[in-house]
């Protein structure tokens, strides 16, 4: 099913238009339509199906074409990693619509509790939220929800899992009681359950399972030191120059795209780095470059883990490992387009193996460790370490949840130079400004 079949608002769909969306998941078909005519709903979606935009589309459709003055909604997210994440996608979906948002999370990477408070005084149609961080400044008596429609319990199972239950239930007290519900859950244990019946009001159900990387797409894994992964990524692009025409590297953050892609540059390869700090015509002439082979290389941010439809991407290089399971997918899902095959390769340090532990659990799989060239440091300490050879690292054991497993083939030889063999293995937008820290909308979520 298209998104423009939903009945959307124009607005709505410009945005999602400028972020390369166009067909909905399982997930998104099912739940939009019932969001859309204000149900309550018990989901289980786990990470990776599309879940955050079936919850975000319906409610940005209704704030654009019934607009409030106070907040609409809260969606409480486990931790800070995630309520940055919804909220970064929340960026992009809502950029040409009034939407305003803000993100209240704490913690070391958080907003300070000062710059949270001045915007939630100034107010925000969406609080993207921690239970705990939000509960502190509810306690304070300045968040005013007397005017909220909806209230959304994103990885409700982690909250629960977490300790959260009763931070969850005292801010739940302090709601509206008309409002609609929504309770998204990896799993559906007993307690989920018996939690969704005291919150939900005749909701409906929708389960999906998750969606795994294609067969055809052979991953990899080199575990290595956070210093020498410009001199890795140098040598498997200079071993594989004649054998591949397009490679796709992601990047976590639009600094260390625009710092790789010099490098790359100084290194005699040809290189081009996109990223939201360019505009729309210049991300076009540059996927130009990349499909008609003019540019080889193509360092990007998550900017293009979605959306993008280019045949012939060979290989697919996670410079960093992705901050949720999610984007993993997504990234590698670039190559191997139209029965093709293709190669995914992910460079870990020890700063992203519990990262990529999660990943591993939950496409079901052990991903392929590939031996590092002379010279090349593994992780310093940890699981990994060594010189001159990958690391280890077991089975995920984190939290992402999905079942499926992975074959194995000996087949994509140009690739056999790598000893890869494991086949599948704050306040924002126009007119209403953000603060905490008052930045604007803009159409790419994540640091895209």
């Known amino acids: 099913m298209r998104f423009d079949e939903f009945g959307f608002d124009p607005e709505v769909l410009d945005g999602l238009d400028a972020m390369g969306f166009e067909t909905a998941t399982p997930i998104q078909e099912q739940a939009i339509p019932a969001l859309m005519q204000g149900r309550d709903m018990l989901a289980v979606a786990q990470t990776g199906t599309g879940k955050t935009a079936a919850f975000l589309l319906p409610i940005i459709n209704r704030l654009t074409v019934d607009p409030i003055d106070g907040v609409d909604t809260i969606i409480l997210e486990p931790t800070r990693e995630l309520a940055i994440q919804v909220d970064r996608q929340l960026e992009g979906f809502s950029y040409f619509t009034p939407v305003s948002s803000i993100a209240v999370y704490g913690g070391r990477d958080g907003h300070s509790m000062t710059m949270e408070m001045r915007a939630l005084k100034k107010g925000a149609d969406i609080i993207v939220a921690t239970p705990g961080r939000l509960l502190a400044h509810l306690q304070m008596g300045y968040v005013k929800l007397d005017s909220l429609r909806h209230l959304v319990l994103d990885e409700a199972d982690r909250m629960l899992d977490m300790g959260f239950i009763a931070d969850i239930m005292t801010i739940v007290n302090k709601l509206p009681r008309e409002r609609q519900n929504l309770l998204f859950s990896a799993t559906m244990p007993k307690e989920i359950r018996t939690f969704s019946k005291s919150i939900l009001k005749n909701p409906v159900e929708v389960s999906i ?11 990899g894994v080199y575990m290595v030191s956070e210093r020498d992964k410009n001199r890795l990524i140098e040598h498997v692009l200079r071993n594989q120059k004649e054998k591949v025409q397009r490679v796709l590297v992601f990047a976590g953050t639009k600094r260390v795209v625009r710092e790789l ?3 790359l540059r100084n290194k005699g390869f040809e290189a081009s780095a996109i990223s939201s700090d360019l505009d729309q015509k210049e991300r076009e002439e540059t996927l130009m470059k990349f499909k008609g082979k003019s540019v080889p ?8 883990s979605r959306g993008i439809d280019i045949k012939g991407i060979e290989v697919v290089i996670n410079y960093d490992v992705p901050n949720d399971p999610e984007d993993y997918v997504h990234r590698i899902g670039r190559t191997a387009r139209a029965d093709a095959t293709g190669v995914a390769l992910t460079l870990v340090s020890r700063d992203g193996m519990r990262k990529f532990s999660r990943i591993e659990h939950m496409i079901g799989m052990e991903v392929k460790r590939i031996p590092l060239p002379e010279g090349i440091e593994g992780p310093s300490s940890g ?9 280890g690292g077991g089975r995920g054991r984190g939290r992402g ?7 194995r083939n000996n087949r994509n030889n140009r690739w056999r130079g790598n000893n890869s063999s494991n086949r599948n293995s704050g306040n924002r937008n126009r007119g209403r400004g953000r603060d905490s820290g008052g930045r604007q909308n803009r159409p790419a979520p994540k640091d895209g």
């Open 209 to 219: 399972a998750i969606s795994k990387p294609p067969d055809s797409i052979l991953q």
């Open 297 to 304: 290389i193509l360092v990007a941010t998550d900017v293009l």
């Open 261 to 263: 892609t010099a490098h």
């Open 383 to 391: 699981r990994g370490g060594g010189r001159g050879r990958s690391g």
């Open 401 to 407: 949840r999905s079942q499926g497993g992975g074959g």
